[in-house]
């Protein structure tokens, strides 16, 4: 099928000399923020640290956790203790071994409140993890984790977490080379000062070209690595990655939303299109710190007027669910309250009960989208409209590039965005917690006492069926009563490669493709 949009700039990686290209290219989305595990929040820059650093677990082309740097593990009775026993051939890309206290000294730093790491309440699980992050606790000796010995992690928690293990595989728990770190500051990510413990290594990064990563002769598992060069381009418009793509200049298709929508029926029905459901959901947040969306009745009144299925069925296209819930379907059997639907007339009511009738009154304000996207943006058109006419508001739509438009949100320089968010692991927690007040990827200012309670109380509940209702009741309040954000549509990954030729890679609920399991058949 010739689907090929324009002309493809020819320099671009895979293009320009074939002896240059990589055993395997990969379309990755935008330009990474950052390749810090401590300041990593999106799933761009996630895939690339995994393949330079590895946790005490890691995942597989399933999504299913295996060990990693730990080559086993034992959990007390009680569910509190986890004893990690690390490998003894583990080393750094330099040659130094990898240590627990390289484990303890990591998830310091990303605890310490200087490093401002907008992820580090994953850690809060750990005994008095929070307290130290917040600041309220200075020794940090009585934080839970210590290392016995040299091969030996020992991690207490506050309270068992079912999820925890899954936890030691994610971005913000990987382990950095401190020594590289402190000589080199915030340079300490670039190709020539970059000390990993993963698969590859970062043998170069061209900004809006591609980042070369290289086999790492000092990785454990190294004879398990088939990929000796892996490229990863960014590609973020959804055109020019496909024609990218479609000419050979790369080999697989992995962000979610590099399909062009406009094509999309004629793309499913080719062998090298994959699909499938994930627990991922696209939203609205509103930014409750400024007016008019300080006021729970007009977040209300702007949620209820979208129709979901109008933006699945006419802009998204690959299959969808409208949301009417936070958490997606298949959550580890939790079942998630039903939010508000579309309801026009109920929207007016407290539109014109806020003090704003008709719409008259209304402030000026703009809704922020990922500007380098073209679906963000025609998702933005489409709410546009429909807050138009539902409500006679005017809002102004403002496209920003990938970095810029994450500080925006991080800053809360905004008056209501697009988001996204994919589940970190199969918990509803993962997607309920980040709702606590000052919680680093909260983003909207909102804060609920009643609501941290409940998180709070989920956290310490044993019984899973009385966890999962206190969970129900927290929920409820976030989507239907304050409102500060209002989802739109589940997620389906959607992936582009030649299942007849590259292996190691699979659909899997939490959408991780790690590229140290490709190879070629």
């Excluded at 307290?131 to 839970?144: A, C, I, K, R």
């Excluded at 413990?197 to 004879?223: C, E, F, H, M, V």
């Excluded at 909102?446 to 019984?463: M, S």
């Excluded at 304050?482 to 609920?509: E, K, M, S």
């Amino acid at each position: 099928m010739a689907l090929v949009f324009g002309a493809v700039v020819m320099l671009l990686p895979g293009c320009s000399k074939k002896s240059d290209r990589a055993e395997l290219v990969v379309i990755n989305g935008a330009e990474p923020e950052t390749l810090d595990p401590a300041e990593i929040t999106g799933q761009l820059e996630g895939r690339i640290a995994y393949t330079l650093f590895e946790g005490l677990v890691c995942y597989d082309e399933r999504g299913e956790v295996q060990p990693g740097v730990a080559e086993k593990w034992e959990v007390s009775p009680d569910g509190l203790v986890y004893t990690f026993h690390l490998r003894r051939d583990a080393q750094w890309s330099n040659g130094d071994p990898v240590t627990a206290a390289d484990f303890m000294k990591s998830w310091k730093r990303t605890l310490l409140p200087v490093t401002a790491s907008e992820y580090a309440y994953q850690l809060h699980y750990v005994k008095n993890a929070k307290p130290f992050n917040e600041g309220t606790l200075t020794d940090f000796s009585q934080v839970g984790v210590a290392a016995p010995d040299a091969h030996t992690f020992v991690v207490t928690l506050e309270s068992p977490t079912p999820f925890f293990l899954d936890l030691c595989a994610f971005t913000t728990l990987l382990p950095v080379h401190l020594p590289s770190v402190e000589k080199h500051g915030g340079e300490w990510t670039k190709p020539a000062n970059l000390i990993g413990n993963g698969a590859y290594l970062l043998t170069s990064w061209r900004l809006n070209d591609r980042i070369r990563l290289t086999k790492n002769p000092r990785y454990w598992n190294r004879d398990a690595i088939k990929m000796n060069t892996i490229d990863v381009i960014p590609g973020a418009r959804a055109n020019t990655a496909l024609n990218l793509y479609l000419t050979g200049a790369a080999d697989v298709m992995l962000d979610k939303g590099l399909a062009p929508t406009q094509l999309l029926d004629k793309l499913r029905s080719r062998p090298d299109f994959h699909s499938a459901p994930f627990l991922g959901t696209y939203f609205v947040r509103f930014n409750t710190t400024k007016k008019p969306f300080d006021d729970p009745r007009v977040r209300r009144a702007f949620a209820l007027v979208i129709d979901r299925k109008v933006l699945v069925e006419k802009i998204t296209r690959a299959g969808e669910i409208p949301a009417l819930s936070f958490v997606p379907p298949g959550t580890a059997g939790y079942q998630s309250p039903q939010g508000p639907g579309t309801n026009s007339e109920e929207a007016r009511r407290l539109l014109a009960e806020a003090g704003y009738p008709g719409g008259k009154g209304f402030p000026s304000l703009s809704y922020l989208y990922k500007g380098d996207s073209d679906l963000d943006r025609d998702l933005a058109i489409e709410l546009q409209g429909m807050w138009r006419k539902e409500l006679g508001v005017n809002v102004a739509l403002a496209g920003q590039e990938w970095k810029v438009y994450l500080s925006s949100m991080s800053s809360l320089d905004y008056d209501l965005c697009r988001s996204s968010w994919v589940g970190d692991y199969r918990d509803p927690n993962t997607f309920l917690d980040m709702f606590i007040k000052d919680g680093g990827n909260n983003r909207t200012g909102w804060a609920d006492p009643e609501y941290d309670q409940w998180i709070a109380e989920a956290a310490r509940e044993l019984d899973p069926a009385k966890r999962f209702a206190i969970f129900q009741k927290a929920e409820h309040r976030l989507v239907s009563e304050g409102a500060p954000i209002a989802p739109l549509y589940y997620y389906v990954g959607i992936q582009f490669y030649d299942a007849t030729r590259l292996g190691g890679i699979g659909a899997n609920l939490l959408d991780e493709h790690p590229l140290k399991t490709m190879y070629w058949k």
